[in-house]
Structures are given as C-alpha cells and as structure tokens.
C-alpha cells in the first residue's frame, strides 16, 4: 500500500542533543512537506521540499534543517538551537506543482513523530 | 496575506446531534479549500475538499459548500457518531487547483476538537 511513513512515533531527547525524524514516502509524489503541532496552535509549517535536492524555509524553520537526496525521502532534524523542541512533527506529501493534475493541493499525511526533550 | 479561521472548541454533542463547524478564510486569488480531521494520535486525513466557488464537498456523511461572497466553508453533518470524535481542521491552499497546479502548501487553522457523547 502506498503512503507515507514517519518513525520514530515516540521519541525522548535530551537538551543539547540533535535529533533526526525519518519520513519516506512511496507515493512518487514530488513535494514533501514537515510540520509542527502544538495544542491549540494548529498546524505551523517548517519546511517543505517541491523537488529533489531543494528545499524552503517556511514559517517557523529556525532551529530545524531538512535534507532531500531521494525523492522518497524528506529527514528532519531538531537541533540544539531549537528552543521548545517538545511537539507532535508531521510529515506531509502531495502531487507538486507545475501541473493542473488531480490531487495537486491534497496533502497526505504520516502518522507523526512525538518528541519529548527531557 | 492568506488565513483560515474556524471557530474554537471543544464541541461536544451527544449522538445523533447536528454538527455546525464555522470556518471563514481570507486570501487572494482563488484558493482551494479542504477539510481535514485528526483521530488521537494519528495524523491528518483528507476529510473534504472545494475548488471552486459553490463546489460541495462530502464524504462519510459531511458536507461543506464553497462560499465565495461569505469566505466560509462551514463544515456540517446532520447526524454525529461517537466515532466522529475528533479534532478537525479547515485549510486552503495557496494556488488554486485551476491555476496550471499547485504547490500544495496548505494553510490551515487552529482546529476544533469535537467529541461526540452516547
């Protein structure tokens, strides 16, 4: 079955510490999408990726960086400068641009990865 | 700039109750527009969507309908199961589908937690 995988689902850091969240995706979508949530905040986007090998900063990207070498795959990682690491992260997904295709604007979602900075 | 508002929960309904979710947007341009929900401790799924000014989206039940002249796509069911306990989130994208494809980033509110009671 086609969809996105996101791991670890839980995951216990220590202040000072780098963390990574894997998302792999085997939808062959073109866009890749990392987002933070946090009760009564909604969902903030961090980053998103519209093509292999490049990516944009979005609304709140300081203290996170992203890598996208693979078109199936779109790591985050939480580092050190991160001040309030401690959130639900989702991964996102869809179609991607530079065509009207059905779908485009549809975002699939990963399950999430809860980090906990102790 | 772009921005979704949707009214503030929680809501709780007993079963079988009818269910109002308001959610009214600004934006330019002509977005799409998409319901999303979130069952605990999972991630996003696609609930609904719009295209187009009048569109009606539905599934399982729900319905939103596309207004341009009101900026609102209200989310309705007119019978709730326990099983639509949720939180549930209203978007837009920032291109519309129409407009040669999409990024595919979203915008989305805060979300409203509903639960639903026996």
């Known amino acids: 079955d086609g969809g996105i995988t996101q791991s670890p689902k839980y995951l216990f850091r220590k202040e000072g510490q780098n963390v990574t969240l894997s998302c792999e995706q085997n939808l062959n979508h073109d866009a890749m999408y990392w987002y933070r949530q946090d009760p009564g905040q909604g969902l903030r986007l961090i980053y998103y990726?519209?093509?292999?090998?490049?990516?944009q900063k979005g609304d709140i990207a300081e203290g996170y960086s992203v890598s996208r070498e693979k078109k199936e795959s779109f790591p985050l990682t939480v580092t050190s400068a991160q001040k309030n690491p401690t959130a639900f992260y989702l991964c996102a997904s869809s179609v991607g641009v530079g065509l009207a295709r059905s779908g485009a604007g549809e975002l699939f979602f990963g399950e999430g990865s809860r980090l906990t900075v102790l | 700039g772009n921005s979704v508002t949707q009214m503030e929960g929680p809501v709780t309904l007993s079963e079988e109750a009818f269910l109002t979710i308001n959610c009214t947007y600004t934006a330019t341009g002509y977005p799409s527009l998409f319901w999303y929900v979130q069952y605990p401790g999972e991630g996003l799924q696609l609930l609904l969507k719009a295209t187009k000014a009048d569109d009606k989206g539905s599934n399982k039940g729900f319905e939103a309908t596309y207004r341009k002249e009101t900026t609102s796509f209200h989310l309705e069911k007119g019978s709730v199961q326990v099983s639509d306990s949720a939180v549930y989130f209203c978007?837009?994208?920032?291109?519309?589908?129409?407009?040669?494809?999409?990024?595919?980033?979203?915008?989305f509110g805060k979300g409203t937690k509903l639960s639903v009671k026996p």
């Open positions: 990726s519209q093509i292999v090998n490049d990516f």
């Open positions: 978007a837009l994208s920032d291109r519309s589908m129409n407009y040669g494809g999409s990024q595919g980033n979203l915008i």
